[in-house]
DNA sequence: ATAAGTGCAAAGCATTTGCTTTGAA
DNA sequence: TTCAAAGCAAATGCTTTGCACTTAT
């Protein structure tokens, strides 16, 4: 498993503040997209003085990092998760709004196929899929 | 062809205000993928009364009655083109901003079996790729 | 010491809404 | 005539920023 938050930041240099310390700390003890607010609600349990200004820059520098990433599930709010782990797309649980990840290797393939077809090299591409559970009944 | 959105409009037995066929026309002669702003603007070259306000309820208003489809690229705002149309999917030149549409059946049913795999049933997806374009030198 | 980070409140955007007026049916 | 729609401005929700204060290095 890859590295903690905490290491990746103390690794490329960034000047690791209380603050810092705690949001990466809850980044690291989520396995969900949690979004800003969210993780301000969560920061506050450890450090109760905590800004949401505070969470919405260190978010945004780690993004800039390369620590983060932000994925955005068309609900106005962006969500983040780790990044520097495995390629990974995204389905969506309609009526819950869980998120599953998943990867697939013939999709990635078939993206590359088609941007090479309209002309293009692929650097990038975001994939949700929105689906209902199968019931078993 | 399919029809015009006005046509669709009145099919649906929406009422049609000056505004509203404004917009519609705006609509039917975009190829590209316009925001409200860009909407507003357009259709005030038509109409140098109407409002943003009016732009954002007509939009909103034909997109729950399924003549338009809402698309997100990511850039905060939120944009639309005309719905019932093939479904595609929708490529991002990094460089120019550029949206190329595009069809795969085969992404398609790789999508449904993906789904299927985790143990849902696909009610919908969303899909961009970013690329840069090839050069030719 | 000093440049970077924090907290707070105010500002920014895209979008929505309350309310009064206008107009399509 | 009557109810839905428009216009305007105020409100909203998420995110960013200016500024004075604090802190990691």
């Given at each position: 498993m890859a590295d903690s938050i905490i290491k990746r930041c103390a690794g490329i240099g960034l000047r690791m503040t209380d603050q810092r310390k705690v949001i990466a700390m809850v980044l690291d003890q989520s396995d969900d997209h949690p979004d800003a607010e969210e993780l301000f609600a969560r920061a506050t349990i450890h450090?109760?003085?905590?800004s949401l200004a505070t969470v919405y820059r260190t978010v945004k520098t780690f993004e800039e990092r390369g620590i983060l990433e932000k994925v955005e599930f068309g609900d106005g709010r962006a969500r983040y998760e780790a990044a520097g782990r495995a390629h990974h797309d995204h389905l969506i649980?309609?009526?819950?709004g869980e998120v599953i990840e998943f990867y697939d290797p013939d999709i990635e393939a078939l993206q590359e196929k088609i941007a090479a077809k309209l002309g293009y090299r692929l650097t990038g591409h975001r994939m949700e899929l929105i689906g209902v559970k199968l019931t078993s009944d």
């Open positions: 450090d109760p003085k905590i649980d309609e009526n819950s």
